[in-house]
């Protein structure tokens, strides 16, 4: 008699390989044959990773059409088989895979709408954490100011786009027709967001994107200004970044937890 | 533990949340008596769903039924599944945890399915030691439920309510009991589910499901997008005349239609019940008072 262990090494082999000896284990019922029964798990299994795939990509999905979105789920669940107890994280891969394809990393356009999806996905249910308010920063001394560290909430995804991917996006999920696909000469500097619960995505300047890529990494406020200077000329350096910061504290972009223990003046 | 005159009282008749519908029971709409989350749905990092499970346990009872405990598996049991699994019933605080009676894959590999058990000593040995430990950690019992399957293994020593009820008796868990699972298996491998119904245990059922199902002639399918078919209803009726009052839960997974159909189908279940003179409201009332 096999064991328990024996049973289910041939079980999941013959759903994730076609490997069909369990048979041997499994009598017909009074109404059908063995191997149509086993069929049954065998289906269920990519139809049900296709359906989690479905639910994280829907305007991938509607981009690509139902032939193609099931190419690529077929290509994703052939070499990504689930680790993960939760159906939510399964898509997790999806844009590595496609970056990583010759084939579906072709069209730059499909790769950026997955990891612009996935990114949407993953503020929805991020963390929620206290956020820093205009009021607690009013209490801090204006001497502590340049060795402030602040760190952007689990909800923010920071991307980059060369191509027309948001104007796709923004068409698809109103139901309208996409626009063609064009690469652009400077990358759309993106920020993915929640707002009121719901995930968002706005696009910014090359300087709040470098000033917010340079906090989440770390750097103090002080050099953060001195940055600033770098990158938009030295006239009201220090007010740019105040105003970006201003900005983001505003839009519960930032956590209440500020480092104020970083004495570093280097340069990041 | 708790012991056995301790079962959790009746709640009525439930529905399982589905997001479609948090418009409709936020706004307060009436007829469901309690709700029954996929645990898996809500072992997330925050945002929306954890607020909206907050507001509506607030309002209603609430249980945790859960698809990867995976307690049939040879693998290892998953300490960090385990260890969200409790994190949210802290949150939640639900009336009872539930999963299933089966094994979702092996080597670190999850098929996101209910796979079947052969019904042996070995197995069942294996999977009480596992409800053992698992009932340790959460500090509570389970329920487990008995899934729909589409093959048998040759090596089965006993029926699947025999497994069922030895399980329950010598791991000290309780039962789910799926009366359309109880009809979908017996269909597909010959037996009468009267005879599953009779064999199990009535102090070990804190929960029925009930749900719909795809007739494709030689063997059906439990799909869970359709209403509950009207043999299932009538098997339902011969559930509750031997279990009495046990909370009864409405599963919609696909095709999920406006509440008020869902409602509707609620409404079936209590005329059942009060055609049988089956009081929940007594029993709940009690839990209420106590």
Redesign the interface.
């Known amino acids: 008699?096999?064991?328990?262990?024996e049973?289910?090494?041939g079980?999941?082999k013959a759903?994730?390989e076609g490997d069909k000896s369990i048979l041997t284990?499994?009598?017909d019922?009074?109404?059908?044959k063995?191997d149509?029964?086993?069929g049954?798990?065998q289906y269920?299994?990519s139809a049900?990773?296709i359906e989690?795939l479905e639910n994280d990509y829907p305007q991938l999905h509607a981009y690509l059409g139902d032939e193609q979105f099931d190419q690529l789920c077929r290509a994703y669940i052939a070499e990504t088989?689930?680790?993960?107890?939760?159906?939510?994280w399964?898509g997790n891969e999806l844009p590595i895979f496609m970056e990583n394809s010759s084939i579906w990393s072709e069209q730059l356009q499909l790769p950026e709408l997955a990891r612009l999806e996935y990114s949407l996905n993953i503020v929805?249910?991020?963390?929620?954490?206290p956020l820093l308010r205009l009021d607690d920063l009013a209490q801090i001394p204006p001497e502590q100011w340049p060795s402030l560290v602040f760190s952007p909430v689990?909800?923010t995804r920071r991307l980059e786009m060369e191509t027309n991917v948001t104007d796709i996006w923004n068409a698809l999920v109103t139901d309208q027709a996409p626009p063609d696909v064009q690469g652009l000469a400077d990358p759309l500097q993106v920020l993915v967001y929640?707002d009121d619960?719901?995930s968002s995505f706005r696009s910014m300047s090359y300087e709040e994107a470098m000033m917010w890529d340079k906090m989440a990494a770390g750097v103090p406020f002080g050099v953060l200004c001195e940055l600033m200077a770098t990158w938009g000329g030295e006239d009201d350096a220090a007010m740019r970044a105040g105003s970006f910061l201003h900005g983001w504290i505003s839009a519960g972009l930032i956590t209440d937890q500020i480092d104020m223990t970083n004495t570093s003046r280097g340069a990041p | 533990m708790t012991t056995l005159s301790q079962k959790p009282q009746p709640l009525g008749f439930g529905l399982g949340l589905r997001p479609p519908h948090y418009p409709d029971i936020l706004d307060g709409i009436e007829g469901i008596d309690w709700f029954e989350v996929i645990s898996?749905?809500y072992?997330?990092?925050?945002?929306?769903?954890?607020?909206i499970l907050d507001e509506i346990r607030e309002r209603y009872p609430v249980v945790q039924h859960g698809v990867?405990l995976?307690i049939?598996?040879?693998a290892p049991l998953?300490m960090d599944?385990l260890a969200d699994l409790k994190k949210l019933a802290k949150r939640v605080k639900p009336r009872w945890i539930s999963d299933h009676l089966c094994?979702?894959?092996?080597?670190?590999?999850?098929?996101?399915?209910l796979?079947p058990?052969?019904y042996?000593v070995?197995?069942l040995d294996?999977i009480v030691e596992r409800v053992d430990k698992v009932q340790d950690y959460l500090g509570q019992r389970i329920a487990l439920e008995n899934v729909s399957t589409?093959?048998?293994?040759?090596?089965s020593e006993m029926t699947e309510w025999e497994f069922l009820t030895a399980l329950a008796q010598r791991a000290d868990c309780w039962l789910l009991l799926d009366v359309n699972n109880v009809f979908v298996s017996a269909f597909?491998?010959?037996y009468d589910p009267h005879t599953f119904i009779d064999g199990i245990p009535t102090d070990r059922v804190v929960q029925f499901h009930m749900a719909g199902h795809q007739d494709n002639?030689?063997?059906i399918?439990d799909t869970h997008d359709h209403p509950v078919r009207s043999e299932v209803w009538d098997l339902y009726a011969y559930t509750l005349k031997r279990f009495g009052a046990v909370s009864t839960l409405l599963e919609r997974d696909d095709n999920i239609p406006d509440i008020r159909e869902l409602i509707a189908e609620l409404d079936q279940a209590r005329a059942i019940a009060s055609r049988l003179n089956i009081d929940f409201h007594s029993a709940a009332d009690m839990e209420q008072i106590s």
């Not at chain 1, 929805?124 to 954490?129: G, I, K, L, N």
């Not at chain 2, 589409?150 to 090596?155: A, I, L």
């Open positions: 008699m096999p064991t328990l262990e049973i289910q090494n079980f999941q759903i994730l284990q499994i009598p019922t009074p109404k059908e063995n149509v029964l086993l049954i798990y269920a299994y049900r990773l989690f088989p689930s680790h993960t107890p939760n159906a939510r399964y929805f249910d991020a963390s929620d954490e689990q909800a929640r619960q719901q | 898996e749905n072992m997330i990092p925050g945002g929306q769903p954890l607020r990867s995976s049939a598996s040879t998953n599944y094994w979702t894959g092996v080597h670190g590999i999850n098929l996101h399915d796979l058990v052969p042996t070995e197995a294996h589409y093959v048998s293994f040759k090596s597909n491998h010959g002639g030689t063997h399918v």
